[in-house]
């Protein structure tokens, strides 16, 4: 069993930087891929980044291409999302996800594992 602690959302002005931390507490960690997911208000979860277990590739939706980075910390259990040039529409709860076989895709039914979530809101 694997449990994920999002945290570092917060509220941010327009432009703005935010970076999220996932710690994870069981063993799969460091074989799995992560993804990072979001849910606006009154919206559907949707993809934001993926990486691989080594860390060798990660893919982004479009929306985050150029604005965000998805890393890992293998050896802390821990994955990131540095996210920078932040507007309105990022405003959402930031999920982490594990997938134990090492896929990175875009459908949240693929990730095994869950965090509760951490809120960013950009506003002014």
């Known amino acids: 069993q694997e449990r994920l602690v999002e945290s570092g959302g917060d509220s941010v002005q327009p432009g703005g930087s935010l970076s999220l931390s996932c710690a994870a507490s069981g063993r799969t960690f460091s074989t799995a891929s992560v993804a990072w997911f979001r849910q606006a208000p009154g919206k559907e979860r949707k993809f934001v980044a993926g990486l691989a277990q080594n860390g060798d590739q990660s893919y982004y939706d479009s929306a985050a291409q150029g604005r965000f980075t998805i890393s890992r910390d293998n050896a802390k259990n821990t994955a990131y999302l540095q996210m920078s040039s932040l507007t309105p529409d990022d405003t959402a709860v930031y999920f982490c996800?594990?997938?134990?076989?090492?896929?990175?895709?875009?459908?949240?039914?693929?990730?095994?594992?869950w965090g509760q979530g951490t809120r960013v809101t950009v506003t002014s």
């Open positions: 996800a594990l997938d134990p076989t090492g896929v990175i895709s875009a459908f949240a039914d693929r990730y095994t594992y």
